[in-house]
Antibody, heavy 120, light 110 residues
Framework: QVQLVESGGGVVQAGRSLRLSCAAS????????MHWVRQAPGKGLEWAAV????????YYADSMKGRFTISRDNSKNTLYLQMNSLRAEDTAVYYC?????????????WGQGTLVTVSS | QSALTQPASVSGSPGQSITISCTGT?????????VSWYQQHPGKAPKLMIY???KRPSGISSRFSGSKSGNTASLTISGLQAEDEADYHC??????????FGGGTKLTVL
């Protein structure tokens, strides 16, 4: 079955960087796009970024452009999110999620999330 | 990329039906039949309940159904059960390889 396991969250000072990882299993990772979605405490979900199956194309939400970088290593079945110049408002649980079909559908499977807390 | 609009909370008694709305714009919900709904219990990951406006993934109860009219999508849960109490989130493709979610709706089963 599909498994997505995020790691790399923690407490970080404002202005610093953090890299999140997501280990995937149970499906052919290299044939699916992958998303990062975040959820601030007590808030709704916020789409952050997506990367194509081959890693060549990345797209971001406006609020994350220029500071966040999504990447992947298909040889390791792993997705990454590099977050720079972190702000207090980036405090959230970060989920990785598998693209449903490549045709614009929202993600289907989600990991359990990793909490990032940015202290000011 | 403004969030889709959902009611903050809805409630219903066991056995009743409830409907949660998700209002977007002509750039997202109104333009694509690519609306999904997720159920999220506290501290858990979101679970896909509806995709493509009205399709259910394998294993999802037929008590859950989806629809869309113009810029508003809806999730209906019939025959409410205690375990349906959770947060529900809508999601829509917004074009140009971007997606948008709603603010989430807390469902309380009375």
């Amino acid at each position: 079955q599909v498994q997505l396991v995020e790691s790399g969250g923690g407490v970080v000072q404002a202005g610093r960087s953090l890299r999140l990882s997501c280990a995937a299993s149970g499906f052919t990772f290299s044939t699916y796009g992958m998303h990062w979605v975040r959820q601030a405490p007590g808030k709704g979900l916020e789409w952050a970024a997506v990367i194509s199956d081959d890693g060549r194309n990345q797209y971001y939400a406006d609020s994350m452009k220029g500071r966040f970088t999504i990447s992947r290593d298909n040889s390791k079945n792993t997705l990454y999110l590099q977050m720079n110049s972190l702000r207090a408002e980036d405090t959230a649980v970060y989920y990785c999620a598998k693209d449903y079909s490549g045709s614009g559908s929202c993600p289907d499977y989600w990991g359990q999330g990793t909490l990032v807390t940015v202290s000011s | 990329q403004s969030a889709l609009t959902q009611p903050a909370s809805v409630s219903g008694s066991p056995g009743q039906s409830i409907t949660i709305s998700c209002t977007g714009t002509s750039s997202d919900v109104g333009s694509y039949n690519l609306v999904s709904w997720y159920q999220q219990h506290p501290g858990k990951a979101p679970k896909l309940m509806i995709y493509g406006v009205n399709k259910r993934p394998s294993g999802i109860s037929s008590r859950f159904s989806g629809s869309k009219s113009g810029n508003t999508a809806s999730l209906t849960i019939s025959g409410l059960q205690a375990e349906d109490e959770a947060d529900y989130h809508c999601c829509s493709f917004a074009g140009s390889s971007t997606w948008v979610f709603g603010g989430g709706t807390k469902l309380t089963v009375l």
